[in-house]
């Protein structure tokens, strides 16, 4: 069976719905196909992130980015409708940083202040005279981030994405992309799952941790592939109250904490050579006895009296040539478009990225931020643009 839809986007979490709905709001009046391999979104990037976002980036895009979104979530009512909600708790980030890697904080705040985040350096004594539940033994600095940064609710953001977009008229198929055709140095057609061929007029790649194979079916190299990530639900016996209302911790060792109702959540990302296996979604428990609760309990003293009480697997669709986003058309395959590799940040800027995805089908330009440093040139040239502060 041959269909036809004038777009088919590729991935139907959150950066896939967020470009179908600004397709629409944006004023395309084609035919749009959401191609989604599992409508319940259990096992998506989106379901299982931390969902945070934060304004504390070293490269001035992302910074941008995030701050679009957190324009969108202040204003969800307007948006979406009086009921729209993502629980946003803005209670910021707050990064510490070692004699060693000082500099680098220091010159990532001024990248972000320059650019319109309110973030703050705080020296080891204003570290410990704010937050008292902190051992600033081996820190030197901090960042926190005093407004704009906190977490949400990963599914309800994209929920209210994919609601909006199909009650303007995009259809979601659930099924799994096999096949992509070309003809002429562009891309035709999609073949799926279920048997059909849909004919398009341009793709949009958003699919994720699956972005890299999604790309290979059009013969294209994407270095975008799934890293698995451990994230563990903590009960500590006896939390100070000011730390169940603080901020989101990133140690200077890579650990993080921060609270989840009466609990906390924690995690470390791996170095290159710790990376485990990916498939599946079993935890590693021992990664948190053996890297993480040592880190956790020096800089938090709190934190030596906790147990585990839950915890799962998420992945990144990590970008392993610069963890930052790969956006906009192919500059061979015009009409294959990438929103892809947002390596741990997707969620936060999911609304930008679809908005962009949106203006460049539309207005043929970007118009709110100019992403073109993300373009795949950089990829085909092996020319990775460094984002410093990835989590």
């Known amino acids: ?17 967020a470009t179908a709905y600004y397709l629409k ?3 395309f009046s084609g035919s749009v196909l959401v191609v989604e391999k599992d409508m319940t979104f259990a096992e998506s990037c989106t379901a299982r992130s931390a969902g945070g976002i934060r304004q504390q980036f070293s490269t001035p895009e992302n910074i941008a980015l995030s701050q679009f979104g957190l324009k969108l979530i202040r204003n969800l009512k307007a948006e979406f409708g009086p009921e729209a ?37 705080l020296d080891a004594g204003q570290l410990a005279a704010r937050f008292l539940w902190l051992n600033t033994e081996g820190i030197a600095g901090g960042a926190l981030g005093v407004a704009g940064e906190g977490w949400l609710d990963p599914h309800s953001l994209m929920s209210l994405f994919r609601r909006a977009a199909r009650d303007m008229g995009v259809e979601w198929r ?51 592939g799934p890293r698995k990530r451990y994230v563990y639900v903590l009960d500590c016996r006896e939390p100070p109250e000011t730390l169940r209302k603080g901020p989101l911790l990133i140690d200077a060792s890579g650990a993080y904490l921060r609270p989840e109702g009466q609990a906390f959540i924690c995690g470390l990302s791996p170095d290159e ?61 015009g009409n294959f478009y990438f929103a892809n590799g947002f390596s741990g940040h997707g969620l936060q800027q999911a609304p930008a990225a679809g908005n962009a995805i949106a203006e460049l089908i539309v207005h043929g330009s970007y118009r709110t931020i100019d992403l073109a440093r993300f373009g795949y040139e950089r990829i085909a040239a092996g020319r990775p643009l460094k984002e410093v502060n990835v989590i």
Not at 1 to 17: F, K, P, Q, W, Y
Not at 295 to 306: F, N, S, W
């Open 85 to 121: 909600d993502v629980a946003f708790r803005e209670q910021g980030y707050l990064l510490l940083a070692s004699d060693e890697s000082l500099p680098v904080l220091e010159a990532n705040v001024a990248i972000q202040t320059a650019h319109g985040a309110s973030t703050q350096l």
């Open 1 to 17: 069976m041959t269909e036809r839809a004038d777009i088919v986007i590729i991935g139907g979490a959150v950066v896939g719905s």
């Open 273 to 333: 050579d710790e990376e485990p296996e990916i498939g599946g979604y079993d935890v590693d428990y021992d990664w948190f006895e053996t890297r993480i609760w040592p880190l956790l309990a020096e800089r938090v003293p709190a934190m030596e009296a906790v147990k585990v009480v839950n915890a799962w697997v998420g992945y990144y669709d990590y970008n392993s040539l610069d963890q930052n986003a790969v956006m906009g058309p192919h500059p061979e395959i």
């Open 174 to 224: 659930e099924a799994t992309a096999t096949r992509i055709d070309k003809k002429a140095g562009r891309v035709t057609a999609v073949g799926l799952s279920d048997g059909s061929t849909v004919e398009c007029g341009l793709i949009v790649n958003a699919a994720g941790a699956g972005a890299g194979a999604v790309a290979r079916l059009a013969g294209i190299d994407l270095p975008v």
């Open 25 to 27: 709001k944006l004023g």
